[in-house]
């Protein structure tokens, strides 16, 4: 696949609420500052990806952004992978330009979260057939059914899933964007919070809120002209194994082992060469599987070596150092965005308190659905 580069990055704050808001404002929000960021006008992007989700509009949504932004693009399309579309975004970005059918992709996701809006979906699925009536209806449900078999089978326990929680949350304290910023944690406060679905307890589970991001990708040969320095795409990898819980492979990996395996092929890699992990974390038991699947750890041993490392900034291989989703803030597609954009920082030494010593390699997961739908990206500092 061809090497892009990441070239400029764009986020806002996530907020518990909106208010007054758009989801086509938010979104142009982030773009402004992505396209700032890399020194380019809106002149200059000539691709758009976009994902599935803009309230002001049901259909044609690329069209609908790309007027809003004032952009008429050459490429532009919908990527649809739930939490795994922001990175999702970045090697299709990629792969249209190595095509020639852009040379520079706007990449952004955003959403709103106003106080008492309820989305509520009318379609029939498998999900909807045979998981909801036999009580496996929503997310928190079916990550409880993963956890309480990691558990049985290799006796990780909650203090084990509670310890990455804890060290993401001190990464949070130095990230002012945070929406958990000035609120430390502990083991103790996670496992006296109030208990959601057996075994998962309410710190262990993502807060949804409010906020967008955006990204952009060119060639590496046009990023060395521009005004950051360059992080390129070195491997990328994707994979969807099911999306019903009941039709799922396997209860104790997922999709992002084939993936994550991928995008260690294409970009020369291993595990032990990682830097940095930005691994998608909607639930305390996602990191601990993913760990596993990215080879980090043996299977069935993360709860031992989540424990025993420290996953803060200042570790071997940190863990989401902008506190992840957990503590950043989930806000909807963006937040697994926010994994790409904090890597793209750390990459380019740019994180201020937070940053990891010699940062030169970053992986970056996305997880759509119930470990359904994974996408892998390993980025590089230089081109």
Not at 39 to 63: I, N, R, S
């Amino acid at each position: 696949m061809t090497k892009g580069a990441i070239v400029g990055i764009g986020e806002l704050a996530p907020q518990r609420y909106s208010s007054g808001e758009t989801t086509l404002s938010m979104i142009a929000a982030a773009s402004i500052q992505a396209v700032h960021d890399a020194g380019l006008e809106k002149e200059d992007v000539d691709g758009l990806l976009v994902g599935p989700q803009v309230g002001e509009t049901p259909q044609h949504v690329p069209a609908t952004v790309a007027e809003y932004l004032g952009l008429r693009p050459e490429m532009a399309n919908v990527v649809d992978l739930g939490g795994a579309t922001g990175a999702g975004m970045a090697w299709r970005a990629a792969a249209a330009i190595e095509a020639g059918m852009c040379d520079t992709v706007l990449c952004v996701l955003g959403n709103i979260n106003e106080r008492g809006r309820v989305a509520r979906s009318p379609n029939r699925n498998p999900i909807r057939e045979f998981d909801v009536p036999f009580g496996a209806s929503g997310a928190n449900t079916s990550y409880a059914f993963l956890a309480r078999r990691h558990m049985e089978e290799y006796g990780t326990t909650p203090e084990q899933l509670a310890a990455p929680i804890v060290a993401q949350r001190a990464n949070a304290q130095l990230n002012p964007k945070a929406i958990f910023h000035g609120t430390p944690l502990t083991v103790e406060d996670i496992l006296s919070s109030p208990m959601v679905v057996d075994p998962l307890r309410l710190l262990e589970i993502v807060m949804p809120c409010a906020g967008a991001a955006a990204f952009v990708v060119t060639s590496e040969e046009r990023a060395r002209d521009l005004a950051q320095p360059v992080v390129s795409i070195a491997g990328a990898g994707e994979k969807i194994t099911h999306r019903a819980m009941s039709l799922a492979p396997s209860l104790t990996s997922g999709p992002l082992k084939d993936a994550i395996a991928r995008a260690y092929r294409q970009s020369g890699v291993g595990p032990e060469d990682l830097d940095l992990l930005q691994l998608y974390d909607c639930y305390s038991i996602v990191i601990a599987i993913t760990l596993e699947d990215a080879g980090v750890c043996p299977p069935g041993q993360s709860g031992q070596w989540m424990a025993e490392r420290d996953l803060t900034w200042q570790g071997l291989q940190p863990l989401n150092t902008h506190g992840g989703q957990l503590s950043f803030g989930q806000a909807d597609l963006a937040g697994g965005m926010s994994h790409l954009t904090e890597a793209v920082v750390q990459l380019r030494r740019q994180a201020g308190e937070r940053q990891v010593r010699d940062a030169e390699t970053a992986l970056v997961t996305g997880n759509g659905a119930t470990l359904s739908e994974a996408t892998a990206l390993v980025l590089r500092r230089g081109a």
